[in-house]
C-alpha cells in the first residue's frame, strides 16, 4: 500500500528521510512515518494421501485449476489465515501446517507477499464457498498440468513434491 494522505488527520504527507529506506511519506502532523507495505496474503496446498486440493476460480486464472489462497484480515496471524481459508472456501479442517516460503507478487497493481505452506487434510467433506466454482482432490502427478498458468501455484507444488518425497519422472 502507497501512502499519500494521513489516514489518522488526511493531511498531504510531506517526503522525509529515514536512514536506509531513502524517502519515506510522513505526517508532520501526527509524527508518523507511512511505510510502503505489501498486502500479505497465503496459498496452501492441502495434501491428502497421494491427492492435492485444487480449485478452479476463473476470476483468478480463466483455464486452469489454483491452490487455495486468500488474505490476512486484521487480527489474525497467517496460520489462524490459512486455517479459515482452507475452512471457508473448501469446508475442510486441515493439520500438520508447515511453511514453505514467500512470494513477493505484483497483480494488478496490487502488491501482495503471498506466504506459503502445505497442510494435510484432517477431516470434513468438500463444501466450496460461492466464489470457488469447483473444488477437487487431484492426484498428485497430475496437479502441475492441471495449474498450467499459475507459475506461484506450480512453485509451491514442486516444493511439497519434494517435502513429500514423491519421485515421479514428471517433477522439472
Known sequence: MKFIYCPICGRKLEEKYSWDEGGVPYCPEDKIMYFDTP?????????KGNYILLLKQSYIFKNCRVLLS??????????????????????????D??????????????ELLML???ANYE???????????????????????????????KRIVKKVLKEIEYTEQFIK
Open 39 to 47: 498486502r500479505p496474503c497465503v496459498m496452501v496446498a492441502v495434501i
Open 70 to 95: 486468500g488474505y490476512v484480515t486484521n487480527g489474525e496471524n497467517v496460520e489462524q489465515t490459512v486455517h479459515r481459508e482452507v475452512y471457508e472456501e473448501a469446508g475442510l479442517k486441515i493439520k
Open 97 to 110: 501446517l508447515k511453511y514453505l516460503g514467500s512470494e513477493y507478487v505484483v497483480n494488478n497493481k496490487k
Open 116 to 118: 506459503t505452506f502445505m
Open 123 to 153: 477431516s470434513g467433506y468438500i463444501k466450496k464457498s460461492d466464489e470457488v466454482e469447483d473444488a477437487n482432490w487431484i492426484h498428485i502427478k497430475d496437479a502441475l498440468d492441471e495449474m498450467r498458468d499459475d507459475e506461484i501455484g
